[in-house]
C-alpha cells in the first residue's frame, strides 16, 4: 500500500493528499456540469425506490409489524438484516478512507470521495432503518437515555444501547472527517461558481484560504480524525456484532463475530465501492482518475477480506463441530442443509468461492467482470447478516421452539426501496459535490422530527378518525407477549397489554367487564365529550378503595402533582415543567368521570396512563383524590357518592377493591 | 536524512561477526539444556509443559517475522527497504524450529488430558475425529513443514540476487560468506533474470505463505493449548493466537533492527528512524488489535456466561493465575500502548527496543497462559525452570539470526522494481 512514489517524496511528506486537494477546481467544474442519460435513467430508477420504500414502510407504521413476516420465534428478520448491511456499508465506507489515508495509499485520491459519500448515503439509510426495524418508531426515543418524567431509564447492559451510543459517535465523527475533507474543495467551489452557491459555498469554506498555516492545521486534523474515525468504525462495528454475540442464542453466540463482522462490512464495502464507482466512471467520463490500476488495487483488497470472511465462516462450522454440543451441531447443520440451506449456499458461494476468482490478474482487470463480482458479492454479505439473524433465530435450543420464518411482500419492498433510497443520495451526491452533503443532514433532521412528530396526540386522534385505529393501536406484538386472553373471572393488574380486536382501542379497556366502555381519545377529553364527562363511577369509596387509590396516587400520580396534589411538590418541577395543583377550584370541579378520562388517555402535558393502571385502579385513584380534595363526603358505608353515578348494585361490581389490589401483588 | 527513499546504491554490509556473541549464544544454550534436563529428572510434566510453551513463543516470533515479510511483499511497502532482511533472518530458525517439534509429537497422557477423556467422556468421544494422535502427528508435522519450507524458499528467492550483486563485486573474503554465497547461487541465470524471477515467485508465494501461516498457527493453537481442555472452545482463538505470533514477530523485527543498528556504522545510517517508526506503529497498531482480540473473547464469553465457556476464564482469573494474568495485560497492552502512543518512542532506538522487549516478555507470558494453567496441578503458578528452559530455544533463535545477518547481506542490496503500470500517483484531481 505504501507505493511512494517520487512525486510523494518531493511533496509535503506527511499529507500526501494534500496536493492534489488544490488542484480540485476543475474537477468540481466537472463533476457539476450538466449530467448525462445514464445519470438521469439511474436517478429516476432510484426514485421510483424511494416511493416503494415510503410507501411499504407506511404500511408498516399505519398497519402494524404484524403486517410483516416476523413471528415467534423468528422476531428480527430482513429489516435487521438490512440495517446490518447497511450499517456495515456505512462504517466500512468511512474505513476505506480513512485506514487508506493513514497508510498513506497515494491511489486513496482517486476514490476516497466516493467511498464517503458512500457511507454518507448508507448511514443516512442505516439510520432510518434503526428506527424501522424497532416496528414501533413512535417509541423510539424511548432508546434516548434522557431525564423523564417517569424517572426510567434504557437499559444500560443492553447491546442494543451501546449501539445508539456507537452509532451517534459514529455519525459525529464521521460526519467532521467528511466535511474536513470538502473544506478545501468548497473554497475552491466558492472562487469559481456566482449567486446563492457562492454564498452557501463561502458558509461552508469557512474563510479557508489555503495558506501553509491553514494546510498545516489542515492535515494535523485530518490526520486525528482519521485515526478516530478508524477507531470507530471497529469499535462500533464490533458493538453491532456483540448484539448478536453476547445473547446466548447457538449460531450468534461466538466469540469471532466482532472481527469477523467487520471484515463483512469492510468485504461489501469494497465491493459497493466498485459497484458505484464502475457506472459512474461511465458517466462522467472519469477513465483518466479511475484506471484499471485502482480496480485492480481494490479487488486485491476485496480478496483480503473475503480470506477473513471465509476463515470466520471455515472455523465457525469447525467449531459447531468440536464444541461436540448437540445444539450448536444442529444449528450449523440446519443452517447448511435446513430449510435455509439457499440462503447459506448463496453466502458461502459468494462471500467464500467468488472472490477466489479475484486470484486471477485478468478478472481483477476486467472491469465487467469486476462489476459483476463485487454485485455478487454485496448479494453475499447481505445473505451472511441474513444467514447468522434467522437461521440462528429459527433453530435455537428447544425443538418445539424452531420455526420458519418468511419476510412478507411489504418487507421485502422496504429492503428493496432502501437501495433506491441509498442511491437517490449517492447520486445526488456525485452531482451537486461538497454543499449538499452538508444541508442534507439538515434534511436528515427535519425527517427525523416529522416521524417522530405522529407520536404525539392529536395526529393519533387524526389517524383514529380517518383510518380507524392509531399508532398506539396496532395488530402487533410484544416478545415474549402472551397473545391467549386472559382467563375468565380474572382481574388482570394493567389494562392494555391484550391485543385489540379489528378496530378497536386496546388502550385501557376494562378486562372482565361485561360492559364494554365506548373508547375516547384525547381529543375527546379535550372537548369535555358528554361521554366521557358523564361516566359513571361504578366504585364506592369505601376504605379499601381508597387505600388502594393512595397507592396508584403515589406511585403513578405523585411524581407530578406531588404526593399531597398541590402541584408545586412534584419531582418533576425543578426540570421546568409547569405545575399542575389538584386542589385548585378548576380540578375539584371536573366530574368523576372526566378524571377518569384524564388519567386514561391523558391531557395537554399530562401523558395517557391508561396502558398501566387498569380500569377499578384508576377509580380508585379517583376516590381517593376526592378525599384529598375534600369533595367526597366522608365515606359512609352504603352511602352516596359522587359523580352523576346511577348506583349499581354495589356488591354487583365485578373487581372490586380486594381482588384488584390482590392481583397487583 | 530521509530515509524512506531507497538510495540507488546500497553498500553490502554484514553483521559484524563479534567474539563474544558464540559464548553467550553457548552459556544460553547450556543454561537451557541444564535446566530442562533437571526438571526432566524431577517431574517430566513440568518440563514438557515448559518446553511446549516455549517452542509455541519461539515459532510464533520466527513465522510472525517471516510474515511480517510476506505482508510486506504483498502491499510492496518501500519505508522498510533497508529491515527487509532483519525479518527475514528469522527464517533461519525454522528448521531448528520444526526439529524440537519433533520430541513434542511423542507426548501423550502427559500432556493431551484428551487422550484419558476419551475413555469415559461422552463430549470428547464426539470429537475423536478431530484429537486423535496420528491425526495431530500429522497435521502438526505437515503443517509446520509446509509452513518453514514455504517461508525458507522466500528466504532464498530474496537472499539469491544480493548473492549475485556480491559475487559480480569481487565476492568476499571471509570463507563462511563465500561458501554460502556459493552455495545459493548456483545455476545462476543472470542479474536481471534473477531479479525478474524472485520477484514474481515472491509475489505469488506472499499471499499464499500468509494463509498457511494463519492456517497452521490455527491448528497449532487448537491441538497445543485450545484442546488442553477438552470441552472448552472459542471460535476467535486461532485468530488470536495467529495474530499474536504476527505480533510477536514484528516485534522481535523491530529489537533486532536496533540490534542491527547498534553493531555498525554502516547499518546503523542506513537504519533510520523512519525504518524504526514504521515498525513501531505496526507494533502499536497489532497491540491495539491484540487487545481488540482479547476484548472480543472477553466480553462475549462474560456476558454469555455460559458454564463451560467460563470455565477457561475463571481458571485464570482466580488464584495463582490472576496475578500472572493482570501482569500479562499490563506487559501487553497498558505499558506498550501508552509508551508507543506518541512519535518520539517510536523514533528513539532505546525506547523502541524496551517497548518491544516488554511485548515480548508479555506475549511469552500470555503463551504461558494459554498452556499451562489448565494442566497444571498443585505448586507455584510459576517458577525459575520455565524461562530458563526458554534459554535453550532463545540461544537458538540468537544464535540463528546472528548467524544470517552475518553471512548474508544485512540490508537488501537488489529493490524490488515498481510494475511498468504503475498507480497514478499524479491525479488531475481527487476524483
Sequence with gaps: ?665 | MAQRQVPREVPVCYLPRSSGAPALVTILIVLGLGAFVETLLRDPGQAWRAYVVNWLFFTSIATGAMALMGATIITRARWNWSVRRVGLAFSAFLPISFLLLLPMLRLREDYFPWIEAMAFDPMVQKKAAYLNIPFLIARNSLGLAALCLVFVYMAYLALRPDLGLVRAGGGVDDPGRARWTERLTRGWRGQEEEVVRSQRLLGGLAPASLILFAVVLSIVSFDWAMSLEPHWFSTIFGAWFFMGAFWGGVAAVAWAAVYLKRRDPDLNRLVGPQQLHGLGMLTLTLTVLWAYLFWSQYIVIWYGKLPWEQAWIILRSEAPWAGLTILTLILCFLIPFGGLLGRKPKRTPWSLRLFATVILVGLWLERYLMVVPSLHDEGPAITLMEPAIGLLFLGLLLCSVRWFLATFPAVQLWQPMEETESVKTEPKGGK
Design chain 1, 1 to 665: 500500500m505504501m507505493t511512494a512514489s517520487d512525486e510523494d517524496d518531493q511533496g509535503v511528506q506527511t499529507h500526501p493528499d494534500i496536493r492534489s486537494f488544490a488542484q480540485v477546481n476543475q474537477d468540481l467544474l466537472q463533476m457539476l456540469s450538466r449530467p448525462g442519460k445514464g445519470w438521469w435513467i439511474l436517478f429516476l430508477l432510484s426514485v421510483v425506490g424511494v416511493v416503494l420504500f415510503f410507501a411499504a414502510w407506511g404500511h408498516v407504521v399505519f398497519r402494524g409489524i404484524g403486517v410483516t413476516g416476523l413471528m415467534s420465534p423468528v422476531g428480527w428478520g430482513v429489516l435487521v438484516t438490512t440495517f446490518v448491511f447497511w450499517v456495515g456499508i456505512a462504517h466500512s465506507g468511512i474505513l476505506i478512507s480513512a485506514i487508506l489515508f493513514l497508510f498513506r495509499a497515494p491511489w486513496r485520491q482517486s476514490i476516497y470521495r466516493a467511498a464517503e459519500a458512500m457511507a454518507v448515503s448508507a448511514v443516512m439509510t442505516a439510520g432510518l432503518f434503526s428506527l424501522i426495524y424497532l416496528g414501533r418508531v413512535w417509541h423510539a426515543y424511548w432508546l434516548i437515555p434522557y431525564p423523564n418524567e417517569r424517572f426510567l431509564w434504557p437499559n444500560f447492559r443492553s447491546p442494543l444501547l451501546w449501539d445508539v451510543f456507537g452509532l451517534t459517535a459514529f455519525i459525529t465523527v464521521s460526519a467532521a472527517f467528511f466535511y474536513l475533507g470538502t473544506l478545501p474543495d468548497a473554497a475552491a467551489a466558492r472562487d469559481h461558481v456566482t449567486g446563492w452557491r457562492k454564498r452557501l459555498y463561502t458558509i461552508l469554506a469557512m474563510g479557508w484560504r489555503g495558506t501553509d498555516r491553514e494546510w498545516h492545521h489542515f492535515g494535523k486534523a485530518y490526520l486525528l480524525l482519521a485515526a478516530l474515525a478508524t477507531l470507530l468504525v471497529l469499535t462500533v462495528h464490533s458493538v453491532v456484532s456483540w448484539r448478536f454475540a453476547v445473547s446466548i442464542v447457538p449460531g450468534w453466540h461466538s466469540t469471532i463475530f466482532a472481527p469477523y463482522f467487520v471484515a463483512g462490512a469492510t468485504l461489501s464495502g469494497l465491493a459497493m465501492v466498485i459497484t458505484l464507482t464502475v457506472p459512474l466512471r461511465k458517466i462522467f467520463k472519469l477513465e483518466a482518475y479511475l484506471t484499471v490500476r485502482h480496480f485492480d488495487v481494490l479487488a486485491k483488497l476485496i480478496l483480503l477480506t473475503s480470506l477473513v470472511v471465509l476463515y470466520s465462516h471455515l472455523t465457525e462450522l469447525f467449531m459447531a463441530w468440536y464444541s461436540g454440543e448437540e445444539v450448536m451441531r444442529s444449528s450449523f447443520w440446519n443452517r447448511l442443509f435446513g430449510p435455509y440451506w439457499w440462503a447459506t449456499w448463496t453466502m458461502m458461494v459468494c462471500t467464500g468461492l467468488v472472490p477466489i476468482f479475484l486470484w486471477l490478474r485478468r478478472v481483477r482487470r476486467s472491469i465487467p467482470t469486476l462489476f459483476v463480482v463485487s454485485l455478487l458479492i454485496n448479494m453475499g454479505v447481505w445473505f451472511e447478516r441474513f444467514v447468522i439473524i434467522v437461521t440462528s433465530l429459527s433453530h435455537e435450543y428447544m425443538p418445539f421452539a424452531w420455526g420458519l420464518y418468511r419476510p412478507s411482500l411489504t418487507e421485502m419492498a422496504v429492503v428493496v426501496g432502501s437501495f433506491g433510497w441509498f442511491f437517490f443520495w449517492f447520486l445526488l451526491f456525485t452531482r451537486i459535490l461538497p454543499p449538499v452533503a452538508i444541508s442534507r443532514m439538515r434534511i436528515l433532521g427535519a425527517l427525523g422530527l416529522l416521524l417522530v412528530g405522529p407520536g404525539c396526540s392529536p395526529l393519533d386522534d387524526a389517524m383514529v378518525a380517518l383510518f380507524g385505529r392509531s399508532m398506539r393501536d396496532q395488530a402487533s406484538f410484544r416478545p415474549y407477549e402472551n397473545p391467549l386472553p386472559a382467563p375468565e373471572e380474572s382481574v388482570p393488574f394493567a389494562a392494555g397489554n391484550l391485543p385489540a380486536g379489528v378496530f378497536e382501542v386496546n388502550l385501557g379497556q376494562p378486562e372482565g367487564l361485561e360492559e364494554v366502555l365506548p373508547p375516547f381519545t384525547p381529543l375527546d377529553v379535550m372537548h369535555e365529550a358528554p361521554d366521557v364527562v358523564h361516566l359513571t363511577n361504578p366504585v364506592f369509596p369505601e376504605e379499601a378503595s381508597l387505600q388502594r387509590g393512595e397507592r396508584i396516587f403515589l406511585r403513578f400520580c405523585a411524581p407530578c402533582h406531588g404526593p399531597s396534589g398541590d402541584g408545586v411538590s412534584g419531582y418533576i418541577i425543578p426540570a421546568g415543567y409547569p405545575p399542575f395543583p389538584l386542589l385548585s377550584d378548576r380540578a375539584e370541579g371536573f366530574t368523576d368521570g372526566y378524571l377518569y378520562g384524564i388519567i386514561r388517555v391523558g391531557r395537554g402535558l399530562m401523558p395517557a396512563f391508561g396502558h398501566q393502571v387498569s380500569h377499578f385502579d384508576r377509580w380508585h385513584a379517583v376516590n381517593f383524590l376526592r378525599v384529598m380534595q375534600g369533595v367526597s363526603r366522608v365515606p359512609v358505608q352504603g352511602m352516596g357518592r359522587d359523580g352523576p353515578s346511577e348506583g349499581a348494585g354495589d356488591g354487583a361490581i365485578p373487581g372490586e377493591p380486594d381482588a384488584s389490589s390482590e392481583s397487583s401483588n
